[in-house]
């Protein structure tokens, strides 16, 4: 089992940068994959990006492609998800997810058993 924290929500205006972190506790190694998802107020649960488990492949939603940057510390046992050029409709809850069966990761969401307790994103206009 594992066990996700994030931290690094808040409220920035358009435009500006934030910076998630999800910290994993419970399984000493690193190898698996890891995602993050968004839910903003009365909306399904969407896929923001997904990397595997060194790093080496990353594959992002349409939406954030070119904005967002998801990056691992395998060493610290952290998950990264950069986020620049944020826009109003970035607003959500922010989760990140692990798969502790596959290394690669997917973008459904029912495929990651273990998921963090979300991060608040607001994004003003």
């Known amino acids: 089992q594992v066990q996700l924290i994030e931290s690094g929500g808040g409220l920035v205006q358009a435009g500006g940068s934030l910076r998630l972190s999800c910290a994993a506790s419970?399984?000493?190694?690193?190898?698996?994959?890891m995602g993050w998802f968004r839910q903003a107020p009365g909306k399904e649960r969407e896929f923001v990006t997904t990397i595997n488990w060194n790093g080496g492949s990353t594959y992002y939603a349409d939406s954030v492609k070119g904005r967002f940057t998801i990056s691992r510390d395998n060493a610290k046992n952290t998950v990264y998800l950069q986020m620049n050029s944020l826009k109003p409709e970035d607003t959500a809850v922010y989760y990140c997810?692990?798969?502790?069966?596959?290394?690669?990761?997917?973008?459904?969401?029912?495929?990651?058993?273990?998921w963090g307790q979300g991060t608040q994103v607001t994004v003003s206009s």
């Open positions: 419970g399984r000493t190694d690193s190898t698996y994959a």
């Open positions: 997810a692990a798969d502790l069966r596959r290394t690669i990761g997917s973008t459904r969401s029912d495929q990651y058993p273990y």
